[in-house]
């Protein structure tokens, strides 16, 4: 199984990079395509730009990523209650090109803070959103305070319960 793996953060350090490409570790026999957003950073969208520019290449390279994938798995960050910007960028771009931009793919949703909160916010527009865009999401979870519950050093979650509900949500998604 070919998993596209993703964090919605340009984050260097992204805790939820760490998170996205430790679900996919617990996918049996995963090929995982793990990429980076940075490296498909865009001029912010607007139909002025697309007008001028046409469709840029990045954001067909994207397209073609999760066309090639059998499931994707995304971690996404929350700034101020919703997508980061280039998240929502690359998506917009990308939206342009195909608006079922999930492709019928079937997808783990996860999100991550370094609080209590966990980027439950925009993980809920993100599980109730993607439908719209063609993504069945077989799963998603929520793991609050990041650094309380996730081994930096080793890579996986310490939190034995939300160490369990992750592998039940990968089960799911791998169904």
Do not use: C
């Not at 964090?7 to 995982?32: D, F």
């Not at 397209?63 to 690359?90: C, M, P, R, T, W």
């Not at 799963?139 to 319960?161: C, H, M, R, T, W």
Request: charged share 20%.
């Amino acid at each position: 199984m070919k998993v596209l793996t993703l964090a919605g953060s340009n984050s260097a350090n992204s805790i939820n990079k760490q998170l996205a490409i430790y679900a996919t570790s617990l996918i049996e026999n995963a090929e995982a395509d793990i990429i980076d957003i940075n490296d498909y950073e865009m001029p912010i969208f607007s139909m002025e730009r697309e007008a001028e520019l046409g469709q840029p290449e990045q954001a067909k390279q994207f397209h073609q990523k999760i066309a090639d994938a059998d499931a994707i798995v995304i971690s996404f960050a929350e700034y101020n209650g919703s997508y980061s910007a280039a998240f929502k960028n690359l998506f917009d771009w990308t939206s342009r090109i195909d608006p079922k931009v999930y492709q019928n793919k079937p997808m783990l949703l996860l999100a991550t803070s370094p609080g209590p909160g966990g980027a439950a916010s925009v993980l809920n527009t993100a599980v109730t959103s993607a439908p719209y865009f063609n993504g069945d999401v077989k799963a998603s979870l929520s793991i609050p305070s990041f650094y309380d519950n996730f081994d930096v050093e080793q890579g996986k979650l310490s939190n034995a319960e939300l160490n369990d509900k992750l592998q039940t949500a990968v089960a799911l998604l791998t169904q």
